[in-house]
């Protein structure tokens, strides 16, 4: 190791400077610190607390109540409702994303197609747009009587569907509406995972007389799953923090079928301000969170040959 | 075999592009007839069956919403937010970033694991008390309780390290022999080479920033000081009958991120992919 | 604001420096802590209003403005759905403004979190321009918080029955009905002459409104012992609570909530139903939405009580200022501009909002009218919520608790033991806080 880089990267201690590296992170880490971390150990703090509307005229009007926010929200018949509401927009939305992620990834990626460049800007604009106006337009697209949708699905015989306002339907609605919105991002890594499949496996398999079906059950499939397990895992995660779509869409509506936890929380902490109960709700949802990241890693399947 | 090659081949490209063509168009529909409505005249939309062209293109609604609505103001707002934002956090992401790859100081490695085990934290969990410190800040209703909470992230120093980690140590020690103290070495060589990075981060960060509405949403209360998606939310609220408005009103919110986008969609590309090679 | 973006200098750009991160968010901080502060010497009148009478008040505002020259009033409108957590937000964020409408259901809790102004000794100094005997007692009661007079109604709300004169007839009386067991008669009456299946009374599910004002007509103060606990299960609330279980049971009242109703108008032109109670918007709606050949066939009458007229609810809006105001006096002229009589009647005319000053009545739109007889009439007759914070809470639980009795899912027993509790269990805080007498209306020092 020359001197120069000794010199440059001396540890801490008694007498030498400090490294120059904290300098660098300095700015960066104060940031997410006070900005970030600090919050979130309040939030769990506030949530041991009955901090609310009283407490925030006069700070000694919040008490310490242990688990009892919890034990509140445990009990809540809408936390549940909330819950069971997120988990269908994330295992129902999460895979169906990635597998139009995928379809579109075969697509643009195979070898006979051109314009691929085009075809891929095509499928990654959606996810570029703000979330908040394609709410509003697929809000209107929705319609039961006016919306595009049912127009469309009224030529091959359904009848119209009120998305946005019946309860059985709402939820669907707005997984739809994330699946258009989101599977560009996933598309652009399956592509970039298809093509680290080496060309000589799928020419091999060629010449071994398997059709293309074949090759991607074969090939493909196995070589890919690590990275689609990854991506469905992830995308889940994110479909946990459901906010945006219900709020400006449906208001959690109807009849509470697309409140979401975030929304919930939101609900709870801006709406009534009962930031105990919120911070318990936000807890929880990190714990939801850490339990699908945990199974992320225990199922994880390894690459195949 | 009873069909040549050639044939099987032609076929295959006849079938890929139709059903190009197909999910294509099906992409893009929603923002066409966004497109599509937002010049139709009052009403129109709003007729069975549907309408998919104006019967006569009209720019009453952008009159409106820059007129009336003054959303004009919304989008300086945005712009000004988003640009304020992506200039500081390029600098206090890149030097982090740069840190974590290449520079050796005690505790780094742990510091890094501490912050990758972050971003397993919803942010939302964060935005009650954060609310309530950036008040105590007096940064409430501000462009400042707007911006320094998001400066510093964690994907962004992720993104940039990963990139870092390619420079050559040889090129950096060079400098250090010469004299160079590390913000010089920084500064003249480090940022000149990884451009790339700094241009996909500066992209996610404008692009972040403009779609960001939860935050906005909480901290402005000053409807003067809203930015475009909170102020489209709220004119949802007042004007919901309008479709056509509305449609205008998307259209003005989605087209500076889209433009952006398609003349720098190898920066982004670049991003997703980076980001993800772990 | 985009002044902000040109400051950022272009030597920035062409060398990027260590410390341009640091640099950067300094300058921001600076720059934007000037963001926030109003500008110019001209006064800047902040006012919210909300919904509908957001967008209303802008020529009024414009009004004022000339009156008051030096004065700039800024009017924001902000929809009902996000009225509440904006009000809750800027509060904690020192960001209210000057003046505000509020829905008077709100105004003890805003009252709690001693956000309001008292306006005692303003109302009393100009008791010429804003005298309490111009209000309705009733509603003027929803303004005041322990004895303190924190906000000047503005417009009001109450509910009255809306019914088929038509049908009225037909099933043999001349008179609406004025006590609950004429009422009953006329409902069944009612239904041997509808439309097979139709169900004589629309009173939806999920709205609060009818069981309190039943369990309220029979008595019933809902809260006892300073709002600190419930009293559903007292005989007085538990009357009044019966009869409005018993609609439902005798198929008189449809057990529906009204996300379940499409069609109201159609349905009450139609025949479906024949008696509504509802609201003062409705007068306007009914006139729109009916087809003409109907608009001679219904009328509005005063609410029924358990043995003589009863009493309904005082709804409606307010205008508070806020405390946290730095220019209270031009706030206080601004309220007063908007309680102008003539102005509120001409409010009225704009927005169908009925004005709270009694004398604004004898304009001729409001004098003339025959609909709203039974509203002025019944305005005379209007009793509060109990004031507490905790009221919309506790409104709600009823209406649960209704709708489970009605639906035949509890006893009236059983529904008004359990919301007994659930209410105690909502009001658990505020006992706590009165044993600590940190009382929640009036806390001494901590300004936000």
């Known amino acids: 190791m020359s001197d120069a880089r000794a010199a440059a990267h001396e540890p801490v201690g008694r007498g030498r400077r400090i490294a120059p590296g904290w300098w660098f992170v300095a700015p960066a880490l104060l940031l997410i610190i006070v900005f970030f971390l600090g919050p979130v150990i309040a939030a769990v703090g506030l949530s041991f607390t009955d901090f609310d509307l009283y407490a925030l005229a006069d700070p000694r009007a919040a008490r310490w109540v242990g688990m009892r926010n919890y034990v509140r929200v445990l009990h809540e018949p809408l936390f549940w409702q909330a819950l069971r509401n997120t988990l269908y927009f994330a295992i129902v939305g999460g895979p169906l994303t990635v597998a139009a992620s995928l379809g579109t990834a075969l697509l643009v990626n195979a070898r006979a197609l051109r314009w691929k460049a085009t075809a891929r800007a095509v499928f990654f604009a959606p996810f570029v747009t703000t979330l908040v106006a394609v709410a509003i337009v697929w809000k209107y697209l929705y319609h039961p009587r006016y919306g595009l949708l049912n127009w469309m699905l009224g030529h091959i015989g359904v009848h119209p569907i009120d998305w946005l306002g019946d309860p059985h339907w709402a939820m669907a609605a707005i997984i739809l509406m994330a699946t258009w919105k989101n599977f560009g991002y996933n598309m652009l890594i399956c592509i970039a995972g298809l093509q680290s499949i080496p060309r000589e496996l799928h020419e091999a398999a060629a010449l071994d007389g398997a059709t293309p079906f074949q090759r991607f059950r074969h090939v493909t499939m196995p070589m890919l799953a690590p990275t689609l397990f990854f991506v469905v895992v992830v995308t889940m995660i994110g479909y946990l923090q459901l906010f945006t779509e219900p709020y400006v869409m449906t208001q959690g509506g109807p009849l509470r079928a697309t409140t979401s936890l975030v929304l919930y929380m939101y609900e709870e902490g801006f709406r009534w301000w009962r930031l105990g109960v919120a911070a318990a709700i936000a807890f929880l949802l990190f714990v939801l969170i850490v339990v699908f990241t945990i199974i992320q890693r225990r199922l994880s399947p390894r690459a195949g040959t | ?278 | ?448």
């Open chain 2, 1 to 278: 075999m009873s069909v040549s090659r050639n044939q099987r081949d032609r076929v295959a490209q006849i079938a890929l592009h139709s059903a190009l063509i197909v999910f294509g168009v099906l992409s893009l529909i929603p923002l066409l007839w966004m497109l599509s409505a937002s010049f139709m005249a009052t009403g129109e939309a709003s007729s069975f069956p549907p309408a998919l062209i104006p019967h006569r293109p009209t720019l009453e609604h952008y009159r409106d919403l820059f007129g009336r609505l003054a959303l004009g103001r919304y989008a300086l707002n945005s712009a000004f937010v988003a640009v304020v934002t992506t200039i500081a956090a390029l600098g206090i992401n890149a030097s982090a970033g740069y840190a974590f790859a290449k520079l050796r100081f005690r505790g780094r490695d742990q510091t890094f694991r501490i912050l990758a085990a972050g971003l397993a934290i919803p942010v939302q969990v964060a935005m009650l008390p954060l609310f309530l410190l950036v008040k105590s800040l007096g940064l409430v209703n501000n462009y400042g309780g707007v911006i320094v909470p998001g400066l510093a992230s964690i994907f962004g120093i992720f993104l940039v390290r990963q990139y870092a980690l390619a420079i050559p140590d040889d090129l950096l020690d060079a400098a250090r022999i010469d004299g160079a103290s590390e913000f010089r070495v920084f500064r003249s060589i480090v940022l000149p080479t990884i451009k790339p990075v700094l241009a996909t981060l500066a992209l996610w960060t404008f692009l972040a920033t403009w779609n960001d509405f939860m935050w906005p949403l909480i901290v402005l209360s000053d409807d003067r000081k809203y930015t475009l998606p909170v102020a489209l939310a709220g004119l949802v609220g007042e004007h919901a009958q309008d479709v056509e408005l509305m449609m205008a009103g998307a259209v003005i919110t989605v087209l500076p991120v889209l433009t952006l986008f398609l003349f720098l969609q190898r920066y982004y590309v670049e991003g997703v992919t980076e980001g993800s090679v772990k």
């Open chain 3, 1 to 448: 604001m985009a002044g902000g973006a040109l400051l950022i200098h272009p030597a920035l750009f062409r060398r990027p420096q260590r410390g341009v991160g640091i640099v950067a968010s300094a300058a921001l901080l600076v720059l934007c802590a000037g963001c926030g502060r109003a500008s110019g010497d001209n006064t800047e009148l902040r006012v919210w209003a909300f919904g509908a009478e957001g967008e209303a008040l802008a020529p009024i505002a414009r009004e004022f403005e000339q009156a008051n020259p030096g004065v700039h009033v800024r009017v924001q409108a902000i929809p009902w759905t996000a009225a509440h957590e904006k009000l809750l937000t800027a509060y904690v964020g020192g960001a209210l403004p000057d003046v505000a409408q509020l829905g008077n259901t709100w105004i003890p809790e805003f009252a709690a979190l001693n956000a309001l102004e008292p306006l005692d000794v303003l109302a009393a100094r100009d008791s010429t321009l804003v005298p309490r005997a111009d209000y309705f007692p009733g509603v003027l009661a929803t303004n005041v918080v322990d004895s303190v007079l924190y906000g000047m109604p503005w417009y009001v709300d109450t509910r009255v029955m809306f019914y088929r004169t038509d049908l009225l007839r037909a099933a043999g009386l001349t008179s609406p009905p004025t006590t609950w067991a004429e009422l009953r008669d006329v409902l069944v009456r009612m239904k041997k002459v509808q439309p097979p299946g139709a169900f004589p009374v629309l009173m939806p599910l999920n709205e609060w409104t009818q069981p309190v004002i039943f369990g309220m007509q029979s008595g019933s103060t809902l809260l006892a012992d300073c709002g600190t606990r419930g009293v559903f299960r007292d005989p007085a609330f538990r009357r009044g609570f019966e009869f409005y279980v018993s609609l439902f049971r005798d198929s008189l009242a449809p057990a529906l909530a009204n996300t379940q109703i499409s069609s109201v108008y159609q349905d009450f032109a139609a025949g479906r139903i024949a008696m509504y109670i509802t609201g003062p918007w409705n007068v306007g709606e009914f006139k729109k939405r009916l087809p003409a050949a109907l608009q001679n066939a219904w009328m509005t009458a005063p609410l029924p009580g358990p043995d003589s007229a009863g009493i309904s609810l005082a709804g409606g809006s307010s205008i508070v200022i806020m405390k946290q105001s730095a220019r209270k006096p031009v706030a206080w002229r601004f309220v007063t501009f908007m309680s102008n009589p003539a102005r509120q009647a001409r409010f009225y005319e704009q927005t169908g909002d009925l004005p709270a000053r009694r004398s604004a009545w004898a304009a001729p739109a409001l004098a003339n009218d025959p609909y709203l007889v039974a509203f002025r009439t019944q305005l005379g007759r209007v009793v509060p919520t109990p004031p507490v914070p905790e009221s919309e809470l506790i409104v709600q639980l009823v209406a649960q608790a209704g709708e489970r009795a009605a639906r035949g899912r509890q006893t009236i027993d059983e529904a008004l033991a359990s919301l007994d509790a659930q209410v105690d269990a909502v009001l658990e805080k505020r006992r706590w806080l009165m044993a600590q007498r940190l009382s929640p209306a009036r806390v001494s020092g901590k300004q936000q």
